[in-house]
C-alpha cells in the first residue's frame, strides 16, 4: 500500500519552455501533498506544500509564479516549471502524506538544455 | 548551521557486519524521527517512524531516538549488498508544522559481498 506515482520519470526539454510533472497517489487518499527538489549528492529542499482544494504554500525563496502548482483533487497533484532555464535541471520528487507519514514518489528528473 | 547534519559518507563496508548512521539536529521542537532509504535516481522509501525519545526496532533496522543529545541513528544488522543505497534522516516539529519535514543530506552506503 500508499504507492505515490510520478510521470513523467525523465524529460528533456528547451529553455523557455513550459513542462508539466504529474503526482498521483494510487491507492489513498493525500489530502497533502508535497514538492521537492534534489540536487546532485544532495538533501531534499521542500519546495511547496499543497493542499487539495486550496492554494499551494511556498517555501521561501521559491518563486510561486515559476513554479505552479495545482492540486485538482485527493490523488492528483501537478507541478507546471514555466519558462525553464538550465538552473531548473534538477530532480523533481513528490510526496502524499497520509496520517502524518509522507511516502515519496520514484522522481522526476528535469534537464533543460 | 544547517537543522539537521548527516555525515554524506561514503561508508562501505563487508557484508554482514553491523551499520550504524546518524544524524544531528538543532532545534529542540523536533519530534517526529524519520529514515527514508533511497536508491540512485528513484524516490525515498519510508524505512522507519518514530516518535519522541526512545528506541524501536523492525527486523534488522533498529531505530534511536536520543532528545537529549539531539542525536538518532539507525542501526542494520547483518548487512546485506541490497542495503547498499543512500539514507536519509528526516525530521518534523509536529503540531501544525507535521508535514513540514526537515531532511539531513543523506549517507551512502556500500555493502560489498
Known amino acids: 500500500g500508499a504507492v505515490v506515482s510520478q510521470h513523467p520519470s525523465r524529460v528533456i526539454c528547451k529553455s523557455g519552455t513550459s513542462v508539466k510533472i504529474e503526482c498521483r497517489s494510487l491507492?489513498?487518499?493525500?489530502?497533502?501533498m508535497f514538492w521537492y527538489r534534489q540536487f546532485p549528492k544532495q538533501s531534499l529542499m521542500l519546495m511547496a506544500t499543497?493542499?487539495?482544494?486550496?492554494?499551494?504554500?511556498?517555501e521561501q525563496g521559491v518563486e510561486k509564479d515559476k513554479f505552479l502548482i495545482n492540486h485538482a483533487s485527493l490523488t492528483l497533484s501537478t507541478l507546471t516549471v514555466t519558462s525553464a532555464h538550465p538552473e531548473d535541471s534538477s530532480f523533481y520528487i513528490c510526496?502524499?502524506?497520509?496520517?502524518?507519514?509522507?511516502?515519496f514518489g520514484p522522481g522526476t528528473r528535469l534537464t533543460v538544455t | 548551521q544547517k537543522e539537521v547534519e548527516q555525515d554524506p559518507g561514503p561508508l562501505s563496508v563487508p557484508e554482514g557486519a553491523i551499520v550504524s548512521l546518524n544524524c544531528t539536529y538543532s532545534n529542540s521542537a523536533f519530534q517526529y524521527f524519520m529514515w527514508y532509504r533511497q536508491y540512485s535516481r528513484k524516490g525515498p522509501e519510508l524505512l522507519m517512524y518514530t516518535y519522541s525519545s526512545g528506541n524501536k526496532e523492525d527486523g534488522r533496522f533498529t531505530a534511536q531516538v536520543d532528545k537529549s543529545s539531539k542525536y538518532i541513528s539507525l542501526f542494520i544488522r547483518d548487512s546485506q549488498p541490497s542495503d547498499s543505497a543512500t539514507y536519509l534522516c528526516?525530521?518534523?516539529?509536529?503540531?501544525?508544522?507535521?508535514?513540514?519535514?526537515?531532511f539531513g543530506s543523506g549517507t551512502k552506503l556500500n555493502v560489498k559481498p
Open positions: 499543497s493542499n487539495e482544494g486550496s492554494k499551494a504554500t511556498y
Open positions: 528526516a525530521m518534523s516539529a509536529g503540531g501544525y508544522n507535521f508535514n513540514k519535514f526537515y
Open positions: 491507492d489513498f487518499q493525500a489530502t497533502t
Open positions: 510526496s502524499a502524506s497520509t496520517g502524518g507519514e509522507q511516502y
